[in-house]
C-alpha cells in the first residue's frame, strides 16, 4: 500500500507542474521555484511532515522536498544556534545533494559540448 500511496503523491505533484507548464506562460525554473517555496511554506505548518509519514518516498523525490529540507534544518538549527543557526541549517541537511549535483555537472560539462 506505501507504493501505491508514493506513487499517487509524487504523480499528483507531477501532474500539478504539468499542468501549469501547459496552462501558464511559466517556464520550467518558475515551475521549480514554486515547488521549492510551496515545500518550504508547508514545512512551516508541520504540513509536509504528515506528508512524508502519509506517503514515505513518494513526498521526498520530488523538488517539494528540497524546500522542505530546507526550512526544516533552517529551524532546527536556529532553535539551538540563534540567527548563525538559521544559515548553518539550510545547507546541514541539503549539502549531498547539492554537491553531487555540482560535481555531476562539472562532470557533464567536460563531456559534452554546448550547442551554439
Known amino acids: 500500500m506505501i ?3 508514493a506513487f499517487l503523491v ?4 507531477c501532474m500539478i507542474g504539468q499542468l501549469i507548464l501547459d496552462n501558464t506562460k511559466l517556464t520550467p525554473g518558475h515551475i521549480t ?3 521549492v517555496i510551496l515545500g518550504a ?5 508541520n504540513l509536509y511532515d504528515k506528508l512524508i509519514l502519509f506517503a514515505g518516498g513518494g513526498a521526498l523525490v520530488p523538488i517539494t522536498s528540497f524546500g522542505h529540507l530546507l526550512i526544516h534544518g533552517a529551524l532546527e538549527n536556529a532553535i539551538n544556534y540563534g540567527i548563525t543557526g538559521l544559515l548553518i541549517g539550510m545547507f546541514d541537511l541539503t549539502a549531498s545533494g547539492i554537491t553531487s549535483s555540482i560535481i555531476i555537472a562539472f562532470a557533464l560539462a567536460l563531456i559534452f559540448k554546448p550547442k551554439n
Open 10 to 13: 509524487a504523480g499528483i505533484i
Open 41 to 45: 511554506f508547508l514545512d512551516i505548518f
Open 3 to 5: 507504493y501505491l500511496k
Open 33 to 35: 521555484t514554486i515547488f
